[in-house]
């Protein structure tokens, strides 16, 4: 089997304490308050609590309640144990990962946890009938699953895979005897999973309004200090900032930049900043009409202002990006091409890809067509809105016909796994390997929302997850970065710092780099009396 110090070298950070042994209270910090509740404030709503469905991070911060993982990150980017009794065994080839379940863990209708759940959950994950979106990289590279008892899992690898161990991390398991012979697509424990595995137990979710659940008293890691928590909606971040300030409030996640001056002000509230693996981004169709030029996607690039958006919007807070692997990641390449906000040479590289200025309209044109298309945008955050109006205005200025198509998150998931839009704007999420931002999202087997065929970035992929060493790794990473920043296969704009905010009653928040979720530790949560 593999040793531990093997995995901390090739950029794997894990905790090998039983899951019973990690999350105490800090030394010399006051015994946990029991009782009471916490409102999480939020501005989206979750459209499903089953994991397979699902990649919107406000679900994933609901369904954590409900549901549990083999492993999840905590917050310091380790990998550490739940559901499973310790981290995976690994054969010395890296091509077996075992997992050892704990015998403590029963689903809220009584019934043991067992392998078959997992085995089920990895099945479904895998089942072409299902909707599943963005299969993590991991499931494609597993040759065989098998339970050789109740409380072990064997996976066996088709080739070695250094990232293998953040498969499982952070996902939910499905109870096997309640959704068996059901169709997954539209079962109602979707919307409805009272049978979890998790510290708390769904009362109800009323949509447009809340999420309810209370606390488990059979958890296996102890029943949890707070009472319930209430997952509530508020579509509007200054109605959510109103509420927040009346006190009807006690945790937010991402606080846009504009209102973490104030609330820094406000003696009740803790903000907390995380640097993060997220960044924030227009989403380009690489293989929509327009921008299948490279020359356009890159002059678009020319005429947006990231210093002067990071700067005015954002409150000076960030910090533009030019990559995907972001600064905090050990891959992070700082000396990848920068197409700097330059008007002039965006209007000549529109003029070299053939798109003529009509000084009748202002638009350029090519062929007939005009150089026009949307920008598919999340309603209801007063901050994206503003960027996107910025972007509108500046890629007016070199030609371009821009309108912005406000549309809920649901809609806009669907829009950009369909591929029926030019630009999105939006960030993703990814935790401390990088394959978890390069795999899923610019790789020709992931996500690929990006519709992006380069079988080059999908070799240095493909080499980068099977080699060991961590040095040969971030080489692979700094030529697929470079590849991606000269190819413009999207807009970055800035690396996404997590403005979090907890009233300062609350104990115990620990919030998350990427990987995972702030709730993954709310049964450590306690509120002051």
Do not use: C
């Not at 531990?4 to 042994?21: D, R, W």
């Not at 610019?442 to 929302?449: A, C, D, I, Q, R």
Request: zero cysteines; charged letters at 20%; proline letters at 7%.
């Amino acid at each position: 089997m593999m040793r531990l110090s093997t995995l901390l070298a090739i950029g794997i950070a894990i905790v090998a304490t039983a899951a019973s042994g990690f999350a105490q209270p800090t030394p010399g910090s006051e015994t946990p308050h029991r009782g009471g509740q916490v409102v999480i404030g939020s501005i989206q709503e979750p459209n499903v609590l089953n994991p397979l469905l699902t990649n919107l991070t406000v679900s994933q911060e609901a369904f954590n309640l409900v549901l549990d993982a083999l492993t999840k990150i905590d917050d310091k980017g380790n990998v550490i144990p739940f559901l499973a009794r310790e981290l995976p065994a690994v054969s010395a080839d890296g091509k077996t990962y075992t997992y050892r379940l704990r015998r403590d863990v029963r689903w809220h209708d009584g019934r043991p946890f067992t392998s078959a759940d997992v085995v089920f959950t990895h099945e479904a994950m895998m089942d072409p009938k299902n909707r599943v979106i963005g299969r993590p990289a991991g499931f494609l590279n597993v040759a065989s699953v098998r339970a050789p008892d109740a409380h072990t899992v064997v996976f066996n690898l088709k080739e070695p895979e250094a990232p293998w161990i953040y498969t499982w991390n952070g996902l939910g398991i499905l109870p096997k005897h309640v959704l068996e012979g059901r169709d997954l697509n539209t079962a109602r424990w979707n919307t409805a999973p009272t049978v979890g595995l998790g510290p708390f137990k769904l009362v109800e979710w009323v949509s447009g309004s809340h999420i309810l659940v209370s606390r488990n008293p059979d958890y296996y890691l102890g029943s949890p200090n707070v009472a319930a928590i209430v997952y509530r909606i508020i579509p509007d971040a200054n109605a959510l900032l109103a509420a927040m300030e009346k006190g009807d409030i006690d945790m937010r996640y991402a606080i846009t930049a504009e209102q973490v001056p104030g609330l820094d002000r406000n003696p009740g509230w803790k903000i907390w900043r995380t640097p993060s693996y997220s960044i924030f981004h227009f989403t380009i169709n690489n293989s929509h009409p327009i921008m299948s030029d490279r020359r356009v996607r890159q002059a678009l690039t020319h005429a947006l202002d990231k210093k002067g958006i990071a700067q005015t919007v954002l409150r000076g807070l960030v910090e533009p990006a030019w990559t995907p692997i972001t600064s905090p990641s050990w891959a992070h390449d700082p000396a990848v091409p920068k197409f700097e906000y330059d008007p002039a040479k965006a209007r000549q590289l529109l003029d070299e890809a053939g798109w003529r200025l009509n000084p009748a309209t202002g638009v350029r044109e090519k062929d007939g067509q005009r150089l026009a298309f949307s920008i598919v945008n999340i309603a209801g955050d007063v901050e994206r809105l503003q960027i996107v109006q910025i972007a509108q205005r500046q890629w007016r200025e070199v030609g371009a016909a821009v309108d912005i198509s406000p549309v809920d998150v649901g809609t806009f998931v669907t829009l950009m796994r369909g591929g029926d839009f030019a630009i999105g704007y939006g960030f993703w999420g990814a935790g401390p390997d990088p394959d978890t931002m390069l795999f899923i999202w610019w790789h020709s087997k992931g996500n690929n929302w990006l519709r992006l065929r380069l079988p080059q970035l999908d070799a240095l992929i493909d080499e980068a997850r099977v080699i060991q060493d961590q040095r040969k790794r971030r080489d692979l990473y700094h030529r697929a970065q470079k590849l991606i920043a000269q190819e413009a296969t999207n807009i970055f704009l800035y690396e996404r710092v997590f403005f979090d905010g907890t009233k300062t009653r609350v104990n115990g928040f620990r919030p998350v780099a990427g990987g995972g979720v702030n709730t993954w530790n709310a049964h450590e949560w306690w509120v002051g009396r």
